[in-house]
């Protein structure tokens, strides 16, 4: 009975340290090379072009059902959250401008579609008509590939794009003791109220400028954005792809029984 | 001592772990593959990346930012992507609004090009 016990023991020792070896082999040495991998297992840095790609493809096309499949081969559910990650990154550099452009443009498009309440993209001067195109998919379809099946896009993916105004319907004072820095809160809404992220809006100031997107911080709304203010200097605010400017933004003066006299922001309310 | 016959058993046992652990790692629960590359990805994909910078190109007639991009793609030369995604275009029956697309980018390349390689 032990010398049972004994060779079962040598076997199956014998069997580990075989599979053992297969499975070092079978992973870490000579795994299977992926020749057939989909965009959602690109590096950061290939979904990064993959997506600038799509943008720029769908500047051109104006193909949004093709844009969309695209997106949620390479992002899922958070295509639109990705478009709007990258677009801020690229926002900080100015070479990257256009390729955010293209993003935002794409993200707003996408959103507009969603929407019931707005039908039309507001960004560019010119009308970009989306080309009837014979092939699309579902993107469930694990087999699907877009431009192999047929399915006819109708003409309510069609986007009327005509240039928009914004107004400042609110502006108020934001006197707070405990904020060392002086914030100017912006929150974007559309005609119907809701708030708008995506929204590129230009700060400039004497000797620069800089930009900021709604929708970054979602936890203070989708609309929501803000930009810290140095007390004494003026900034102007454009909503990028929209006609106007508002001036004459500065630090407001504000006062507290602790800190005696100090800098405050701003709260603005766009609507577009 | 172990009979020479006992050590070939092991041998043999040892062996068919191996293999099951090959079976394994191999077939039953591959390697999952993060972080790929665009030389990675299928040819339906890489084609359609190409797909997409010919209906750019179309547009703004940017031959050398087609290039560029076509460049990302894969690792092999540009003239055999384009004659491979132009090959998968036509087996899988693309509108003919599609292979038109691809064919005025690789007649484009080709008329700068020559017959030269590009390499990415």
């Known amino acids: 009975m032990k010398q049972i016990i004994y060779w079962l023991a040598i076997v199956l020792a014998t069997f580990g340290i075989g599979a053992g070896i297969g499975l070092g082999i079978s992973w870490g040495i ?15 840095s290939g979904k990064d072009t993959y997506r600038i790609l799509i943008a720029d493809n769908f500047r051109v096309t104006g193909d949004l059902a093709r844009a969309r499949i695209r997106l949620d081969l390479l992002d899922g559910s958070q295509a639109t959250n990705e478009l709007v990650e990258q677009a801020y990154r690229l926002s900080m550099d100015p070479v990257g401008e256009k390729d955010s452009n293209s993003l935002i443009f794409l993200h707003d498009a996408i959103i507009n579609i969603h929407s019931p309440a707005t039908s039309s993209v507001t960004l560019l001067t010119n009308t970009i008509q989306a080309i009837p195109s014979d092939s699309t998919v ?8 877009p431009v192999t099946t047929k399915i006819p896009i109708t003409a309510t993916e069609t986007l009327s794009v005509t240039p928009s105004t914004f107004t400042v319907i609110n502006s108020d004072p934001i006197c707070d003791p405990n904020q060392q820095t002086p914030l100017l809160q912006v929150m974007v809404i559309d005609p119907s109220g809701k708030p708008k992220s995506g929204i590129v809006i230009q700060i400039t100031f004497p000797g620069g400028s800089e930009r900021i997107i709604t929708g970054l911080q979602p936890e ?9 203010l140095t007390p004494g200097v003026n900034y102007a605010l454009n909503v990028q792809e929209s006609v106007g400017t508002y001036e004459k933004i500065s630090a407001t003066d504000c006062f507290s029984m602790t800190r005696g006299t100090y800098p405050g922001g701003w709260l603005l309310v766009i609507q577009l | 001592m172990m009979k020479s016959r006992q050590i070939i058993l092991l041998l043999c046992i040892l062996v068919v772990g191996g293999a099951a652990g090959l079976i394994y790692g191999w077939f039953i629960n591959p390697t999952e593959y993060i972080d790929t590359t665009f030389n990675m990805l299928s040819i339906d994909y890489q084609t359609d990346m190409v797909l997409m910078t010919g209906e750019i190109y179309s547009s703004d007639l940017d031959l050398t930012a087609a290039i560029q991009r076509l460049s990302q793609i894969g690792n092999t030369n540009i003239n055999d992507l384009m004659e491979d995604s132009l090959v998968y275009a ?31």
């Open chain 1, 30 to 44: 000579s795994p299977i090379k992926s020749q057939n991998s989909t965009p959602a297992t690109l590096n950061p």
């Open chain 1, 138 to 145: 579902t993107p469930d379809n694990a087999n699907y590939f």
């Open chain 2, 90 to 120: 036509h087996e899988m029956s693309f509108s003919k609004q599609d292979v038109d697309q691809l064919e005025k980018l690789k007649n484009a390349i080709a008329l700068i090009y020559g017959g030269n390689t590009i390499q990415p």
């Open chain 1, 220 to 228: 203070l709304g989708k609309g929501y954005a803000d930009f810290r």
